[in-house]
């Protein structure tokens, strides 16, 4: 755990302990859901931090895996009979969000950047072609998995906590360092012996599993799944502005930015709803010129 | 050890590599050359960065050719590149410890390359001389039985030179590895490599004892 | 089946307008420009404001006009990050959205439609002769430039081997102003041509950034003949699907043909080496 100082751990338990003890402070389920989603929204950019970001993998198609886990979820959710639909919700997923590892073994750097971002917008049409499985453009309604909502509440912050754990679990590994290394060079890395198609594979199971999880109690609090999730604006800014934060301790960072964006996207939407995306992106290019001074020359031209 | 039978390399009109064949043992070789003679194709064709045309590339008895970059390494194909490659953004130490579980070993080539003291210094503090042995103690900590070094003397003062250059031959001493080397300056290599191979054009003009090449390379100098 | 042949091929045409937009950038400034999409939504929607107001071709210039300035302001911001590829990829990004945010705020989230031309020309649509016509023209300059004076030959070198280009006294940064300026010039020409035959709405930029993406990967990385290839491939597998399986099978096209390509050639139609690592 060498990348996580004492101070950062009090930082999470802190937080943790803020979201586990809100059900004693307010009665009003409006403010748990939106808190949660909020939690969880932090989850999902913790897990885009870690995946996407840190191997340099630029993914700007994420929300297409967002969306994926979340139609399977509630596919497996609605459609399932018995004990096994997690397995069901897993199987659909991965097979969903598959083509999403191709340009991951095929191109590298802009290339594989640019091929990602085509890929929410795949979606819509998708769900409008076969709208018996997708619900058209409203969505699908879930089915609730949960009786009582303070059961679906922890459940959700448990698992959330679990999944940042073992990000910053995995950011502490030999794995987490393979990540880097790809990232600052990965010719190299394969010229060290790294093995970058079992690692990319690795990452792409291990991103869909953890991100299906989060989804399932995502689309439980929300009710509903439908294709808006693929829409890249604005999950995307507020996905590149969070993780933006980077520095040894990340997932933790991108979980409590990830949080405060939602936040601030809920307020823009409820005051300034014409001026959100004209704030958001220069809020993300303002965090990213700081970030571009800070980075400057990181590697000497000898 | 290794065994080139008959390489050869074009990239579109140019050939790199023209019908070359030579045997490498576990010495220590140098390898000169003006630009463009196919010095560095030969090391991309050995690692797999490149494939070669027509030919076979024998390493330990098997035929390579169809083996991966990856798994070129993991036989014990090891390599530095011309310019500069580290990982910039980890340490020293970083740098190499993950690539291999063994602690102690990674303790001792850094020690050997004298990187020790250095271990916790951003490769970009460190002067070139020092990410040169960087990219040596890479190769080492992952138990090469051939290490290609790429002109890992460029660049570099007259004394950091002769210091790297006493260092790849005790790193040959102490391994029983092959070594090769390419340079730009015969006179880098004369001091420690025991069998030089000059190149021009992608073909083998001269393929011998150190001393004798270097009066050869010499007489063909005077010649022109 | 003749109309969907016909639409097919000057679809085709402005495909290949946009896409040699964006490989200069790419080849010359080695900017991946991801407001490319965001420059034509903006001519698309400046002629459409200027058109009740002024005459055809001072509207259509205007428009022409905002787009090269919108281009001039982008590269100054992308520039500064060309050295660092995630953030010149956010930075664009960024400036994508921020121009989707700026029309959103002006002109609202309704459909608007740009007319530019009514009427019929040899029973077309006078809209697909221009469309075809003002392709084909400008590709047509494109190519004088590109092939036969100086600026060409200098856009040549700097794409070629920029270090190089420098030491010979190739003044890099201008050669990278030139290509972005002319870049944005072939994107408002292409955006003039083909928005008129669909709505245009404010998100409408990443419908054309993810098709101009999709024709260079397919076509190959450093090859224009493997653009026009897969400009064409694209145009015709779109306009056949939307015909024979419906609306949303068209835009699935790109993407299907993009994965497929990728999987089984991905070097592209006509690419060659290996992408950028």
């Known amino acids: ?302 | 050890m290794l065994e080139l039978r008959s390489i050869s390399k074009r990239f579109g009109g140019v050939i790199a590599l023209d019908n070359i064949s030579l045997k490498v043992d576990k010495e220590l070789v140098g390898i000169v050359g003006p630009n463009g003679s196919g010095k560095t194709t030969l090391f991309n064709v050995i690692t797999g960065h490149v494939k070669h045309d027509q030919g076979r590339l024998i390493f330990m008895g098997r035929d390579i050719s169809r083996l991966s970059i990856g798994e070129r390494v993991r036989i014990g194909i090891l390599r530095t590149f011309q310019s500069p490659k580290v990982f910039w953004s980890l340490s020293v130490e970083d740098n190499i410890a993950p690539l291999t579980r063994n602690k102690a070993h990674v303790e001792e080539v850094l020690k050997m390359l004298d990187l020790w003291e250095r271990r916790k210094a951003m490769p970009t503090r460190l002067g070139l001389s020092y990410v040169r042995r960087l990219e040596i103690a890479r190769c080492l900590v992952l138990d090469p039985k051939l290490l290609l070094l790429d002109e890992p003397l460029a660049g570099l003062s007259s004394v950091e030179a002769s210091e790297l250059g006493s260092l790849i031959e005790e790193i040959h001493r102490k391994l029983g590895i092959g070594v090769i080397v390419i340079e730009h300056k015969i006179s880098h290599l004369s001091s420690f490599a025991k069998r030089i191979i000059a190149m021009n054009s992608g073909r083998v003009v001269i393929d011998a004892p150190a001393e004798d090449a270097i009066r050869k390379v010499r007489d063909m100098l005077l010649s022109i | 089946m003749i109309e969907i042949l016909l639409f097919s091929i000057i679809t085709g045409l402005v495909y290949i307008l946009m896409a040699t937009g964006f490989n200069l950038i790419l080849g010359v400034a080695k900017i991946v420009n991801l407001a490319y999409g965001a420059q034509i939504l903006v001519t698309a929607y400046i002629a459409a404001s200027l058109l009740p107001i002024f005459p055809l071709p001072i509207a259509l210039a205007g428009a022409i006009a905002a787009s090269i300035a919108v281009g001039a302001v982008i590269w100054m911001i992308m520039w500064v990050f060309r050295r660092d590829l995630i953030l010149s990829i956010v930075a664009s990004l960024a400036i994508a959205l921020l121009i989707e945010g700026l029309i959103l705020k002006i002109y609202g989230s309704r459909l608007l439609s740009l007319i530019i031309v009514t009427g019929e020309i040899w029973g077309i649509s006078s809209q697909w002769v221009i469309a075809a016509a003002v392709s084909i023209s400008s590709l047509g300059f494109y190519y004088l430039i590109t092939k036969h004076t100086t600026l060409g030959k200098r856009m040549a070198a700097v794409a070629e081997n920029e270090d190089l280009a420098r030491y010979i006294g190739i003044n890099v940064k201008l050669i990278g102003i030139a290509s972005f300026l002319i870049a944005s010039l072939l994107a408002s020409i292409a955006s003039i041509a083909i928005t008129p035959l669909y709505a245009i709405y404010p998100h409408m930029g990443w419908y054309y950034l993810t098709l101009a993406l999709a024709i260079v990967v397919i076509g190959g990385l450093g090859s224009t003949v493997g653009s026009v290839a897969s400009s064409m491939v694209l145009a015709f597998a779109q306009n056949l699907a939307s015909y024979y399986i419906g609306s949303p099978a068209k835009d699935l096209v790109p993407i299907i043909i993009l994965v497929s390509t990728l999987m089984f050639r991905p070097e592209g139609i006509l690419g060659r080496g290996v992408r950028w690592a």
């Not at chain 1, 995946?51 to 609605?78: D, E, K, P, Q």
């Not at chain 1, 997923?93 to 191109?107: E, G, H, K, T, V």
């Not at chain 1, 998708?126 to 969505?139: E, K, Y």
């Open chain 1, 1 to 302: 755990m060498r990348e996580y100082s004492r101070k950062d751990l009090v930082l999470f338990i802190v937080i943790l302990t803020l979201i586990l003890v809100l059900p004693l402070m307010t009665g009003s389920s409006y403010i748990l859901i939106l808190a949660l989603l909020s939690y969880l929204f932090g989850v999902l950019v913790a897990i885009y931090d870690l995946f996407y970001v840190r191997t340099g993998y630029l993914n700007l198609g994420y929300t297409y895996i967002i969306a994926s886990c979340g139609f399977a979820a509630a596919i497996a959710i609605n459609r399932s009979t018995d004990m096994l639909w997690p397995l069901l919700a897993v199987s659909l997923a991965i097979a969903l969000s598959l083509p999403m590892l191709i340009p991951a073994l095929r191109l590298r750097g802009p290339f594989y950047s640019v091929s990602t971002l085509l890929f929410p917008f795949a979606l819509p049409p998708i769900a409008r072609l076969f709208p018996d499985v997708f619900g058209g453009d409203a969505g699908l309604y879930v089915k609730p998995v949960f009786e009582d909502f303070r059961v679906l509440y922890y459940s959700a912050i448990s698992l959330g906590a679990s999944v940042v754990a073992l990000l910053m679990f995995i950011a502490s590994t030999r794995l987490g360092i393979y990540f880097l290394m790809i990232r600052d060079d990965e010719t190299l890395a394969e010229s060290s012996g790294v093995r970058i198609l079992r690692i990319k594979i690795l990452l792409f199971l291990i991103s869909v599993l953890m991100t299906v999880s989060v989804m399932f109690f995502y689309i439980q609090a929300s009710g509903v799944v439908s294709v808006e999730l693929s829409d890249p604006v604005p999950i995307l800014i507020y996905t590149l502005m969070a993780s933006a934060v980077y520095r040894p301790g990340s997932s933790l960072y991108s979980l409590i930015s990830g949080i405060a964006l939602w936040w601030l996207d809920g307020l823009m939407r409820a005051y300034i709803y014409d001026l959100r995306l004209i704030i958001a992106s220069t809020l993300l290019l303002s965090v990213y010129l700081v970030k571009g001074v800070g980075i400057g020359v990181r590697a000497k031209i000898y």
